[in-house]
């Protein structure tokens, strides 16, 4: 994952794109934003506890683990990123990996560049 994204994608061009049935009754979706950062709500494609049918809900960016009392806990804690190296062995991602995934509805992506001491960093859009 990437530290910012963009969304511009209206609800009902997400919910064709990743063939969702009926939208919610009453759901909105934040407006399209072009700096989307961790800590903020976004809409997620996950599958309900009950059906396992896809749906489109607004979630907060950014993982609570199941050993925190609360969200407090994990302040200025990175759970944006995980490494693949190591996703499937370390506890605080290791069962969300296996059971508690979701897609994330992007347009595009991010990342920061450090040029060199001299330069600032920069923006990158792969």
């Known amino acids: 994952m990437c ?8 609800k009902q061009k997400i919910a064709e794109a990743f063939h969702l049935g009926k939208l919610p009754e009453g759901f909105v979706l934040p407006p399209a ?3 989307v950062a961790p800590t903020t709500s976004q ?3 996950r599958a309900e506890h009950e059906t396992g049918e ?4 607004t979630m907060r960016w950014g993982m609570v683990p199941h050993f925190a009392k609360s969200l407090a806990d994990f302040n200025g804690f990175n759970t944006i990123n995980a490494k693949a190296e190591t996703l499937t062995t370390k506890p605080m991602w290791r069962d969300p990996f296996r059971r508690r995934r979701c897609l994330v509805p992007a347009d595009g992506f991010y990342e920061w560049e450090t040029l060199d001491a001299k330069r600032s960093s920069r923006m ?3």
């Open 3 to 10: 530290g910012r994204y963009y969304r511009r994608s209206d």
């Open 33 to 35: 934003d072009y700096n």
């Open 43 to 45: 809409p997620v494609i």
């Open 54 to 57: 896809r749906e489109l809900v």
């Open 124 to 126: 990158r859009s792969p």
